[in-house]
């Protein structure tokens, strides 16, 4: 262990006490400006920034992002059929959308490949998937919808890129390769559904991040988020992605936490 000389400490401590009497009433104005100026959005910011417990993520997935008609709760079978489940005759299409920057480990990202296998192992069994796979740029795996199986094969093989967040190419290529492509073979008649998985704000192209999302959203697509991390900033970013807050929006703390939500998510039957 260093040994630090004693007349150090009192030099810092003398600087730490400077620093406070300057500082000090400095940020106690702004907090009062900002508490008078932005109390409603500090309100909603607060609430946001509220990670909920597992079993309710995993209680949102099931309802709004897989549409099934049971739930954790109660396990009923059928419960009344509502805006949100489907009709048994249309067929889900889902893109994964999966950011393999730079910011997220190896050993996480395979977390997140995972609890990915578990979303679709949980899913029915009819639903169709591509698979996007993105970092400084954008890849689209699966030129052509695939099936469940194809799907839980496909995601193991996914390679992290590691780069930038080029999230706004990635909804492109959405766009431009899948949804606005009668050959990528997804049934028109289902809805259309894009789960990004990420952990951070995109920071290439980012200006056209929310407009790109704005675009896809305009085509009828429903844009569902898993945010990995504390994202102490970046929320807004997440929240103008998201079609909705309540529905469409899903915090987990790492990808241990998202592997544990979808094995929270009972198998169907
Ligand atoms: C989640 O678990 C808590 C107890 O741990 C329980 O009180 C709550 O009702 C559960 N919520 C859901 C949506 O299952
Ligand atoms: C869905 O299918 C089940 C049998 O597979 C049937 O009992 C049920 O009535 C169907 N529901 C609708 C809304 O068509
Ligand atoms: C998918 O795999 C399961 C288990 O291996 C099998 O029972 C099922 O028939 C397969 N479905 C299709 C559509 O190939």
Redo the contacts with the bound molecule.
Sequence with gaps: MELVPVNHFAMRYKVLFAFVLFVGPTSFVFARRRHSNRYLSNAIDAENLKIPASNVTAEKIMRYFLRRDDSLITRRSKRQIGEETLPNNTINNVIYVIDSSNSIREENFQKGLRALVYLTEKAR?DTLYAVVNFATDATVLTPKFI???ETIALLPTVKRKAGLTNTQEALQVCKDKLFGSALSGFDPAGPKNVLLVTDGLSNMGKELTLFKAFNLKGDGVEIFVVAVGGFSFGMQEILGLASSTDRHLYRVMDMESFVQVANLIPSLQ
């Design positions: 069994p099936s469940e199986n």
